[in-house]
């Protein structure tokens, strides 16, 4: 089977965003605690719980779509499906491009 991995940008953000992901996978909630460390605040609940203007400020977007990038390559990783070894194609729409 051939896969294909699309990361997004800017402008997807929502409140909520990765929140089920948090809940229902360990690695995940790692993958966000240690970007809350990281950064010094607590997005993880910015993300989770808003509020929506603030999680559309750039300074919080961005780190915010990362992680939770970071957190599905993570969890697929955990259950087996490597990027590098699966992927056929990978693209990404401006901060996805990284």
């Known amino acids: 089977m051939t896969r294909a991995y699309v990361f997004p940008g800017q402008g997807s953000q929502?409140?909520?965003?990765?929140?089920?992901?948090?809940?229902?996978?360990?690695?995940?909630?790692?993958?966000?605690?240690?970007?809350?460390?990281?950064?010094?605040?607590?997005?993880?609940?910015?993300?989770?719980?808003?509020?929506?203007?603030?999680?559309?400020?750039?300074?919080?977007?961005q780190p915010a779509l990362m992680a939770v990038s970071v957190a599905v390559a993570r969890v697929l990783e955990d259950n087996g499906l490597r990027l590098a070894d699966q992927a056929a194609y990978v693209a990404g729409h401006s901060l996805g491009e990284y």
């Open 14 to 61: 929502a409140v909520g965003m990765g929140k089920a992901l948090a809940d229902a996978y360990p690695i995940a909630r790692a993958v966000f605690r240690e970007v809350d460390e990281a950064l010094g605040m607590p997005l993880a609940r910015l993300m989770f719980e808003g509020p929506e203007d603030q999680l559309r400020l750039t300074e919080n977007a």
